[in-house]
């Protein structure tokens, strides 16, 4: 019989709940013996490397791009380009980006294992259809500062790319789109000030993540096209919504950052306050339903509206020594709270 390659995490966890079944008489000890001996341990983990490796070489492909612009060997050689036509750029920009999802296809459907090498495809196609639709919007708003179509063409493009495709890494980029499209857009119809409706650029990404979170959970589910993405759209609606929130609670719902700087944290404590109770309130609700995602997002930024606050009230009021050895207390008792929370969950 074929061993079950697993992780030394993965089989620990394994062998305690067989071991737990025997101690509670649902298995006999020798089915357990014979379970046990199909386990083997992974020496290597080789998934873990193909996911940093892949990690690595678009960060340095990108540090590979902004080191063109540091190269004066480099720098004068594109400036030979800088008459070239914004859509000759674009052209290039897209037969590229067709390039690369082309294999990234080819190899989905021959290598549908090969997740890393076939995402990393994806992106960087992704990264190229950004730049031809950037470079498209020049061409397309050349004398006027309303960009926002580009992003709205940017948005149907991944849209239809990542249902084609069937790639939740594209659909990412969608979400992020629509998030530049709406806040360029709002920021076009209010002259591009800081307030749209009387609602700064926080205040009204911690709605629009609301509206998108909402969208997944009752929405997205019933378009049978995108409903293979609504775990995706939940996440980054929550991240949304929880990141805006969370600069709201520092930066209040003020048009300016010169107003800003006129007032004391405590007088936009309920927003503060209001981050921590929902943030909170998302990490119960993630454990009453297991709902991990929410669980453990709800709990980052429950620590980390708490802790921010902890700044906010107390660096300038006390003595730093005391301040980091009061950071120290509270992260080793979040800590032992944790252990215990991971103890309780273990089988005897």
């Known amino acids: 019989m074929k061993k079950i390659d697993l992780t030394k995490n993965e089989k620990e966890v394994v062998e305690q709940a067989l071991d737990h079944w025997v101690d509670n008489g649902l298995l006999g000890q020798g089915q357990v013996d014979e379970l046990k001996s199909t386990i083997d341990q992974r020496s290597f983990e080789w998934k873990s490397l193909a996911r940093y490796a892949f990690w690595v070489a678009l960060v340095s ?30 052209l ?30 994806m992106l960087a196609g992704s990264f190229a259809t950004a730049a031809c639709i950037g470079f498209l919007g020049q061409v397309l708003n050349k004398n006027t500062s309303h960009y926002t179509i580009s992003f709205l063409l940017s948005i149907l493009i991944y849209i239809w790319l990542a249902i084609k495709l069937r790639s939740k890494l594209i659909w990412v980029f969608a979400l992020v789109a629509l998030g530049v499209w709406f806040g360029t857009e709002t920021s076009y119809h209010s002259n591009w000030g800081f307030k749209f409706w009387g609602m ?5 990404f911690t709605l629009f993540g609301l509206i998108i979170t909402a969208f997944s959970i009752w929405g997205q589910s019933r378009i049978k096209p995108i409903a293979a993405f609504q775990s995706v759209s939940y996440v980054i609606g929550l991240l949304y919504t929880m990141i805006a929130l969370w600069c709201l609670s520092i930066f209040g719902n003020y048009s300016s950052f010169d107003n800003w700087t006129q007032v004391r944290q405590y007088e936009i404590f ?19 339903t297991k709902d991990h995602v929410a669980r453990d997002i709800g709990f980052v930024f429950f620590i980390l509206n708490l802790y921010t606050r902890f700044v906010e ?17 509270s992260f080793w ?16």
């Open 61 to 90: 492909l990108v540090f590979s791009v902004f080191s063109l612009f540091a190269d004066d060997a480099l720098v004068k050689f594109v400036e030979r380009f800088y008459e070239t036509p914004n859509i000759v750029f674009c």
């Open 92 to 121: 290039v920009f897209a037969v590229v980006a067709v390039g690369f999802y082309v294999l990234g296809f080819r190899n989905k459907k021959r290598y549908p294992d090969k997740t890393f090498s076939n995402e990393t495809l």
């Open 200 to 204: 700064n650029f926080p205040l009204r």
């Open 270 to 288: 309920y927003w503060g306050l209001l981050g921590t109770l929902l943030s909170l309130a998302l990490a119960l609700y993630g454990m009453k």
């Open 313 to 329: 009230y107390l660096w300038d009021n006390i003595n730093r020594t005391i301040f980091f050895l009061i950071l120290a207390i």
């Open 333 to 348: 008792a979040v800590g032992r709270w944790a252990e215990k929370v991971w103890r309780k969950g273990q089988p005897n």
